[in-house]
């Protein structure tokens, strides 16, 4: 072969092998929300080239590139992709549609199927916060590399226990929870989780009770910070909670039974709240029925409501930092929604306002996970997970009962007619 000849294949053969260029789509004809009290930006272009948001402004003033594709969304309202700090994919509690003995293979089908009914949801992030058999991590790994449709998985792998805890690995001592919280990272886990108190699907023991010693709740957290993972603590503890506190805690879960005192050292020392209120209302009382949940199992939820709202107004009355969670299903149906959409609403009735309880699905979740720079607002850079719904859910929470467009990394998801 000649060298003319050579070098002409050998350019054809590279442009063969280069990435195509990355798609562009414009969004036209819709708001968009603004979550820090500024003028919304009225009959905008989100131009979306990839995974990110290229350009955002008034339709005036920001031109469509040549060649994008168009994607009307006349007089919707784009706001980022909504977040769930508090996830269970493969939930499986007592009642009688309890799935015994199951297999990682189940797990890890039903974990995708739900990650991928909360992606048509609109719920474009999530935090798993104990899962079983590493399927979470498996999962991830899936959706991470193209191969499934799904949100944004951060995962905290097993929830570490001790004996009896309300969680999956039973440890005890502090070198064992030092090596069950390296193994979780190893495995992939970019937060730990820890049960510091009882729980109201376990059999045994008060939901207040504290299991762990002052010596394995600080190893735990210590371990955990000196390999770069955050702890998050499942407690309906008071005591518990001030003890983890002064260990350095990032964030608590449920936290049915907090005080004010608790909730003013969270708010100074920077300890996020994850309320999953939905769970102790009254909404969730379809969901268990549907899945026959025993009648010990509703006492139980019943004894813990009441103190769990008051302690979510203490929460946002004080100032702690609140991103959203559920412990349901994002997904699933609550009261007429789904639970991601009544646990913000919920937050309103509390006490906030509708922008406060928006940025609980959204940026203040970011916040939490460090990953501000790359999700949680609509953004040049930013990567593009954007919903659409009928009205301002800045003003009107209730809004987001109307999600018909879901966008995850530039790509389109679902798109209602």
Request: aromatic share 6%.
């Amino acid at each position: 072969m000649s060298r003319r000849r050579f070098a002409a294949a050998t350019i054809a053969l590279l442009l063969a092998s280069a990435p195509a260029a990355a798609q562009v789509i414009a969004l036209t004809g819709g708001h968009v929300a603004d979550l820090e009290g500024k003028a919304p930006i009225r009959d905008a272009v989100v131009i979306v080239e990839g995974e990110r948001i290229r350009a955002i402004g008034p339709a005036a003033t920001t031109p469509v590139p040549e060649g994008a594709t168009l994607v009307p969304l006349a007089g919707k309202w784009l706001i980022p992709g909504l977040m769930n700090m508090h996830v269970h994919l493969a939930l499986n509690l007592p009642g009688a549609s309890r799935i015994h003995d199951e297999t990682p293979d189940s797990m890890a089908l039903r974990t995708l199927d739900n990650a991928q009914k909360s992606l048509m949801a609109g719920i474009t992030t999530i935090r798993l916060t104990g899962s079983d058999a590493g399927v979470d991590f498996t999962v991830k790994r899936a959706i991470d590399s193209g191969i499934f449709d799904g949100p944004r998985i951060h995962t905290a792998g097993a929830s570490i226990v001790p004996t009896g805890g309300h969680g999956k690995l039973e440890v005890d001592g502090p070198a064992a929870f030092s090596k069950a919280v390296r193994s979780q990272v190893k495995a992939g886990a970019t937060w730990i989780k820890i049960g510091i108190s009882g729980g109201i699907s376990d059999t045994h023991g008060d939901i207040a009770a504290s299991p762990f010693t002052d010596d394995e709740l600080r190893t735990a957290i210590e371990v955990a910070h000196r390999n770069g993972v955050k702890v998050t603590g499942h407690t309906g503890s008071p005591d518990a909670s001030m003890t983890a506190i002064d260990a350095g805690i990032d964030c608590f879960e449920h936290g049915y039974f907090l005080t004010p005192p608790v909730l003013e050292k969270m708010r100074d020392k920077g300890v996020w709240f994850v309320p999953t209120i939905v769970v102790t209302q009254p909404g969730a009382r379809a969901f268990y029925q549907k899945i026959g949940s025993p009648p010990w199992y509703l006492a139980r939820v019943e004894s813990v409501g009441r103190q769990h709202i008051q302690s979510l107004r203490d929460a946002i009355r004080i100032g702690v930092p609140i991103a959203l969670g559920t412990d349901q299903y994002p997904w699933e149906p609550n009261d007429g929604t789904n639970a991601t959409v009544r646990e913000a609403e919920i937050y309103v009735d509390a006490g906030m306002s509708h922008a406060q309880a928006l940025r609980t699905a959204t940026i203040e979740p970011a916040r939490m996970l460090g990953v501000d720079g790359e999700v949680g607002v609509l953004k040049p850079g930013y990567f593009a997970d954007i919903v659409a719904v009928d009205r301002d859910p800045s003003r009107d929470i209730t809004a987001l009962r109307t999600i018909g467009f879901v966008m995850k990394g530039g790509k389109i998801i679902r798109k209602d007619d």
